[in-house]
């Protein structure tokens, strides 16, 4: 069985995930039915801002990103751009010119923004820009920012937990993907996957795993934590709920 991929390219600043571990599920029926609002809202939102068919977004992939116990997502964009030409690269995981959309649910979270230039191999800060997201809001991220300038600038994002200590929030993004991958049905377990690149990319998802599957590092004592991290979930959401 073949089902859209996304996070499965090789860029070291990009969301990645290891394929070795990921499960692609299909979309339960709420979860279509959010997607065909999402479709909807950002054609709309396109019309009233003067640039209808701008986009394709017709988005076929959703992936949900869980945060607690001050877990975030560090700087990174979306597609990554070639330096030396200053388009897009090919092997991206999402569509080129396409927006991803996120939608909150739970506690408020911070998504910053920072246009920065590229001096040499650093990435230089120059501004950056915060928003709140809180429960039942909808972000929609603009290509147009990721894209590089003559100086090379361009805006690279992040999140993280406005309440570090006690927050929880499950955001799912829509994205219009191009890249499709096989996995097994019953279990939804990518066939031979493998850490994307030959580098940086493939040594981060190495070491991550490493202390995964001998519990050091971070996953020091998960095992006897999962209980309670699961029950501080649960309880984060239950208030949402009423």
């Known amino acids: 069985m073949v089902r859209t991929a996304c996070a499965q390219g090789t860029g070291v600043n990009s969301i990645g995930l290891d394929p070795r571990c990921a499960k692609i599920h299909h979309l339960f029926p709420q979860l279509s039915d959010l997607q065909k609002l999402v479709i909807t809202a950002v054609k709309q939102f396109c019309v009233d801002n003067n640039e209808f068919g701008i986009f394709y977004c017709e988005f076929n992939h959703v992936s949900a990103k869980l945060h607690f ?3 975030k997502t560090g700087w990174h964009v979306d597609v990554t751009q070639d330096k030396a030409t200053g388009k897009a690269k090919p092997n991206n995981s999402q569509m080129l010119n396409t927006p991803a959309v996120i939608v909150s649910f739970g506690d408020a979270k911070v998504l910053e923004f920072m246009k920065c230039c590229s001096r040499h191999n650093k990435v230089v800060p120059e501004e950056a820009l ?3 997201q809180t429960s039942g809001t909808v972000a929609l ?3 147009r920012d990721e894209e590089h300038d003559k100086k090379l600038a361009h805006w690279m994002h992040r999140s993280y937990m406005l309440d570090k200590e006690n927050g929880v929030s499950m955001t799912p993004m829509f994205r219009v993907v191009q890249k499709a991958i096989a996995v097994k049905p019953a279990a939804a377990a990518v066939v031979d996957g493998k850490a ?3 580098g940086a990319k493939k040594k981060k998802m190495d070491a991550a795993r ?5 519990r050091t590092g971070q996953h020091t ?6 209980g309670a991290i699961f029950k501080k979930i649960r309880t984060g959401f ?5």
């Open 141 to 143: 991220l603009d290509p």
């Open 210 to 214: 490493n202390h995964l599957e001998n």
């Open 196 to 198: 994307g690149g030959e």
């Open 221 to 226: 004592d998960c095992d006897e934590r999962h």
């Open 69 to 71: 116990n001050d877990k």
């Open 238 to 242: 239950d208030k949402h709920s009423k």
């Open 130 to 132: 915060r928003f709140f």
